[in-house]
C-alpha cells in the first residue's frame, strides 16, 4: 500500500521525540534539571549567560542560584530540541484537520498529539517552577514516553503497511494490552525511582543491602502529596523510603517480564516471529542495562540507555498492540464524529 500524506513528517517527528526523550534523560541523569532557574529563557536569556554583563545581569536577578554554564547548556539543548518536535506536531495536527474530510485519514489522533505537547510544555515549566517536584518530573517523563508512541502510532497509520489481523485470538489481544500497561507502570515507577533518586537505595543483586528484604518505608516512599516548595534536586526522602521505591521497581520489572515473556509465546503461535523475536530483544536488553545500572553504580551512559531501552519496549508494545487490533470498517464521507475518534484512539488507532 502507499503511504499517506504526512508520512515522512510523523516519521521524522518520531524520531526526533526520541531523540528528545534521550536528551530530557541526559538532562535529568546529569542533575541539570534546574540549570536554568526560569522558563522558558535561562536567566532572562534565550542561551545559558556568556559575557560579563550578561553574567552580572542573571546574578542579580537570580542570586540564588549561581550559573553552572554546562547544566544550562544541557537543559537549553533539551528545550530547543522540544520547541523543534512541537511545532513538527502542530504542523501534523494542522495537516489532518486540512484534511479531515478524506477517508482514512487519522485526525484524532494528531489532535490529541497537539493536546499532548502542550500539556508537555506545561510540564517543563512546572519541573523548573516546582524545582523538580517528583509528581511534575515523573508526569513529564510519562507525557514524553505518551508523546513518542503515540507518533509511532501516527507514523504506522500513516504508512499503510500494517493490515488489521481479524484472526488473531482473544487472548493474545488481552495479553498485549496487559503488557502495554504493565510497561507503562513500569516506566511510570522508573521515574519515581529517578526523581526521587533511590536508584542507588540498592546497590547489590539479587539481594538489596545484602538482605533479600530490607527495612523499606512505603508510606513515605509512595506518598504522593509531598509538599511543594523545597528544592528536589537530590531527593529529600530518606534511605527507607528510596529503599521501598527501588524494591517496588524491581518487583514491577519481574511482573513485566513474565508477562512479556507470555505475550512472546503467544506472538510465536500466531505466526508473528518476527515482532516476538523483537520485543525479546528489548526485553532482555532493557534487564541487562536495569542489571548494569546497580552493578557499576549507575553509570551516566548506562542511565541513558536504561531510558532509551524504556522508550524502545514502550514503542514494540505499541506497534505489537496496532498490529494485533481487529478489523473496523467505517465509511466517511463527511467529517468524523467524537465517537469515531474515541473509537480509534481506544483500539490503538484501527482503520476508519
Known sequence: MMTKPGFRLA????????????????TRLTHAGLGCPDWPGCYGFISVPKTEAQRAHAE????????????????????????????????????????????DQPVGLPLLLVGVVGAQAAFGMWTVTLK????????????????????????????????????VSPRLRRLATAGLALVVLQIALGGWVSSNYAAMACTDLPTCQGQWWPEADFA????????????????????????????????GALLVTFSLLALVWQLNRAGLKGLARLLVLALFFQIALGMSNVLFHLPLAVA??????????????????????????????????????????LHLGPHR
Open 304 to 345: 541513558v540507555a536504561h531510558n532509551a531501552g524504556a522508550a524502545v519496549l514502550m514503542l514494540t508494545l505499541t506497534l505489537i498492540n496496532y498490529r494485533v487490533r481487529p478489523a473496523v470498517t467505517v465509511s466517511r464521507r463527511h467529517a468524523p464524529s467524537f465517537w469515531q475518534h474515541a473509537h480509534v484512539l
Open 60 to 103: 542579580l536577578r537570580f542570586p540564588d542560584a549561581p550559573i553552572e554554564e554546562h547544566k544550562g547548556r544541557n537543559e537549553m539543548v533539551h528545550r530547543y530540541f522540544a520547541g523543534g518536535l512541537a511545532l513538527m506536531i502542530m504542523m501534523l495536527g494542522v495537516q489532518a484537520w486540512h484534511r479531515r474530510h478524506i477517508a
Open 220 to 251: 513515605n516512599g509512595f506518598h504522593l502529596t509531598q509538599h511543594i516548595g523545597p528544592n528536589y534536586l537530590g531527593g529529600q526522602l530518606d534511605s527507607t523510603a528510596r529503599t521501598a521505591i527501588h524494591l517496588t521497581h524491581r518487583v
Open 11 to 26: 516519521l521524522c517527528a518520531t524520531l526526533l521525540a526520541l531523540v528528545v526523550v534521550l536528551l530530557g534523560a541526559y
Open 132 to 167: 523538580l517536584w517528583p509528581q511534575v518530573v515523573t508526569a513529564h517523563l510519562l507525557g514524553g514516553i505518551t508523546t513518542l508512541s503515540l507518533l509511532l502510532l501516527l507514523t504506522a497509520r500513516l504508512s499503510g503497511v500494517f493490515a488489521p489481523m481479524p484472526q
